[in-house]
């Protein structure tokens, strides 16, 4: 039920027209290798879903499909943000024409760096990871999608101040894809960044169907004067990742018992 997912609007998703030069908040990357034949680049990190419970995160490499301008993990229910990124494989320019054509790309590795408000190098990390970019053609790149830890639990660990109830971490993150072509060229992305709220309990949303005003709030021990929803709810794709959960899905977590918690919950 929509009203009770989307208490709070903590992210901002656009979608994006089929530019390869356009990356949702963060810096296109535009400048890869393409002197060596190939120019991969990250167009943008995928918007989660609301999906029914029992089904997984489905993700297309549909360049026009929303993505987000920036990313929100909660460590009350987890401790690791996997971003889905849309890789692009662009056309050369052409001032390259004198160049093999642009090839299909195996992608193989990512690198990122995640960074502090001030700038200060919070964590690094090497990921292996497997996908495939078909070439462009007919001057339209080509995509796939790879997903890619962008903050690991030892990131979280670091954070001094650590994320509190009420009290947030902003980090970006730095992520360079690199892969190999058809032809045996080594090729990397350019630079893409991706800001990410690191919080406590933000994404718990307490519904006026969940909190009963006869207990201390927040609570989630359901308002007898509201009707519950008609059926489960929508759940979010990665629970703890982007989207707000109602307390009621996530009764395991303490934080979505509120002020009840150390009551053992409903």
Do not use: H
């Amino acid at each position: 039920m929509p009203s009770r997912c989307w208490g709070r609007a903590l992210i901002s998703v656009c979608a994006l027209a089929a530019s390869p030069v356009f990356a949702c908040g963060g810096r296109g990357s535009t400048d890869a290798l393409s002197s060596q034949g190939a120019a991969l680049f990250v167009q943008g990190v995928l918007a989660p879903q609301l999906i029914s419970p029992g089904l997984q995160c489905v993700f297309s490499s549909d360049p026009t499909q929303p993505m987000l301008s920036s990313g929100v993990l909660d460590v009350a229910f987890r401790s690791e943000y996997d971003a889905t990124l849309l890789i692009g494989n662009q056309p050369l320019a052409p001032d390259d024409a004198d160049l093999p054509p642009a090839d299909g790309v195996e992608l193989q590795g990512a690198q990122v760096q995640v960074e502090g408000s001030s700038g200060d190098t919070v964590g690094t990390s090497n990921a292996v990871v497997s996908g495939f970019v078909y070439p462009a053609a007919g001057g339209v790149p080509g995509y796939a999608t790879l997903t890619v830890p962008l903050i690991d639990a030892n990131d979280v660990l670091s954070l001094n101040p650590a994320p509190v109830v009420g009290a947030s971490v902003q980090l970006v993150a730095k992520v360079t894809v690199m892969g190999v072509t058809r032809g045996g060229v080594q090729v990397q992305s350019g630079e893409f960044q991706f800001s990410i709220e690191v919080c406590e309990a933000c994404l718990v949303s307490f519904g006026p169907d969940d909190v009963n005003p006869g207990f201390p709030q927040p609570n989630c021990l359901g308002n007898p004067a509201v009707s519950p929803p008609a059926g489960p709810p929508p759940m979010p794709c990665v629970p703890g990742q982007d989207i707000p959960v109602d307390c009621m899905d996530c009764q395991s977590v303490p934080q979505c018992r509120g002020a009840t918690a150390g009551d053992g919950g409903a």
